[in-house]
């Protein structure tokens, strides 16, 4: 009897190995080829641009680019441990604290577009019009005053689009703490930026949203954009290489490859067009050109990075 | 409806992957299980009660949770961080395989519990020594333990979390029914999320069906 288990067991085990080397393998080959791995911001990755970017890149080098799409919070949290090779996000803050604890290598802003606050046709809070900061102050008022017709729907997950949230109560001159703690009338949704907006559309509640997945949800929305393009709701995406000095093991070389693209001619024309044949406007602007006004600095702004940069960061 | 129809290739390769994930997953679980399950059930010793407990406890673990468990275990800065396991298919099955693993015990030790004492009893009248009773109560107990197993087969095709965290949901490599379903929500891409969901539930059915047919063939 032994024997015959056994002899099962080994079956199961010859087949697990086979299902795992065929599901491998399925990948196209992937083992022989080199591996960019890279975190992202949903916002790239759910709009297709970064798919176009990287068909453009595996053509030009021989490798498999394997996007990892999460919010901003994981998509740094898997730079810090080394899972990644590359990080794409929109959070300057975190950005910088990432560079100054040594996990990067540096920031490369290539593409921005604004944030925008939306919410029902009807504007309960009548914020149309107004400034940003001044809009948000306004909606928190009047949703304190009758939380059941004025509501704000926040993600609550740490993203990128979070953090500008948290932002833009501060410049209110408001705590966020007390905010979000103040009544109904703050929805803490915990969610991504597609069901955060739909939550807000079926509660005809306001949100902030980047103007790339709005517009992905736009037919599925009974939700208008009603404060766009204010400086203070600008949204800057930036790419960051892992560092290979706390982090041997990641592909700098690669990763230093992938950023000279998108601040290539072919990646910034590739994102300032993206989209004008699907929706009939691009999605992103092209960073180049417009440093100042992204507040993107000197050897932030959009250029290449040198060759050697990793062989010099890992010495 | 029109890309489960016309076999769309993206859609073949993602059904193929998960079915293969979670065969390999399944597979390795019931190696252990099936002997874990036996060595409990025909074993009494100090403690048993409480492994039990604590199997039945871990049969609801929520699937993120064994995703940011295995995660932190096979990440660059985890212990088996130098495999290089994390994002790839074969940590998904590391990572399915502890999640399903103590359903499948639990269930092969009900199934052997569905076994009469009077099996063991015939058989040992009959001359069975002590190890030839307890192969006839496995093979009793075949139908139950062969449940066990889809059941298993069933958890680790459906989970999202584990095949999130761990593979990444990196296209063409890592991406399977679950986390597709998930990606195209989050696109707005509802009918190609539903039209993957439809598969997931096929599958499922001709799966219990296959094996229905087969026990009705073969076994019984």
Redesign the interface.
Known sequence: MKGKVLQISALALILALLCTAAAAESGAGAGQKERLKISTTTSLYDTGLLEEMEKIFEEMYNVDVHTVSGGTGIAIQYGVRGDVDLILVHDVVRERNFIDEGHGLSRSCFAYNYFIIVGPKDDPAGIAGMKAPEAMKTIMEQGMESPGLVRFVSRGDDSGTHAREKLLWKAAGLDYEEVRSSGRWYVDAGKGMGPTLLMASELAGYTLCDTSTFEAFRGDLALVPLIEEDETLLNVYAAIPVSPAVHPAVNCEMAVKFVNLLVSEVGQDLIAEYGTDTIGKPLFKAARGDCDLIGCSGDECAMPLAEGACSLAAA | MELILTLDPAVV?IT??SL??A???T??A??IAV?AGGLLHFHNFWGKRAIINIIQTLYSLPTVTVGLLVFLLL????PL?GF?L?????GM?VGQTILIVPIMTGLTIAALSGITDQVRDSAISLGASK??A??TIMVEARAAMMAAVLLGFGRALSEVGVAMMIG???????RVLTTAIA?E????D?EFSMALGIILVSISLIVNLLVNRVQGRWWT
């Open positions: 390769e193929v992957r293969l994930i065969v390999a997953s597979a390795i019931t190696t002997p990440s660059r800065s985890g961080g290089g994390l994002f790839t298919p074969g099955v190890r030839q307890i192969f990444g949901n990196i296209q063409g490599y890592t990606l929500t989050s696109r707005g509802i």
